[in-house]
């Protein structure tokens, strides 16, 4: 089947918030492809050096029910949500491998012809190192809908 791709503007919005309560909210606008793989719409964008992930590719399967993100090039790692599922998954960095564990809280999808609004609110433990609860907002738009800052990160504490 022939996938068929169109260019879109991707922001990404994390809020972690940790033990205590505080929060670090991570952001970060660039420009990707939406499309269509074996019937399962798809964004996959560029992750940039300000996030820690510079060489790496992070593409978004989205069904129905669950979101499948995975990651290629200096990081690799495929991690699953799924509302009320605790999944797992190794992250693969260039400093070695990091066991980690999502239980999903939440899972909001609108989506519609390649664009729309994903927001995931999950508990993430990384190999028993730390503990957060992490909210990632994916709002993806045709790109001349988009205006704003093209291809920035910005980090808040």
């Known amino acids: 089947m022939e996938e068929k791709e169109k260019r879109v503007r991707i922001r990404v919005d994390t809020v972690i918030r940790d033990a205590t309560g505080e929060e670090e909210t991570l952001s970060l606008e660039t420009l990707g492809v939406s499309g269509i793989r074996e019937e399962t ?6 992750e940039t050096e300000l996030v820690g992930l510079e060489g790496t590719t992070t593409t ?3 069904e129905e029910n669950r979101v499948i993100l995975e990651r290629s090039g200096t990081f690799l790692q495929r991690q699953e949500y799924k509302v009320g599922v605790e999944t797992h998954s190794d992250y693969n960095t ?9 239980i999903t809280r939440e ?4 989506w519609n012809n390649g664009i729309g609004v994903l927001r995931m609110v999950y508990d993430i433990s ?7 609860v992490n909210e990632i ?4 738009r ?11 990160t910005a980090i808040n504490h």
């Open 107 to 110: 899972l909001d999808i609108s």
């Open 126 to 132: 990384v190999d028993g190192l730390f503990e957060h």
């Open 41 to 46: 719409p798809y964004i996959s964008y560029r």
């Open 142 to 152: 045709e790109e001349s809908d988009f205006h704003g800052n093209q291809g920035t």
């Open 94 to 102: 260039p400093m070695g491998i990091l066991g980690m564990k999502v």
């Open 60 to 62: 978004v399967h989205i």
């Open 137 to 140: 907002i994916i709002d993806v």
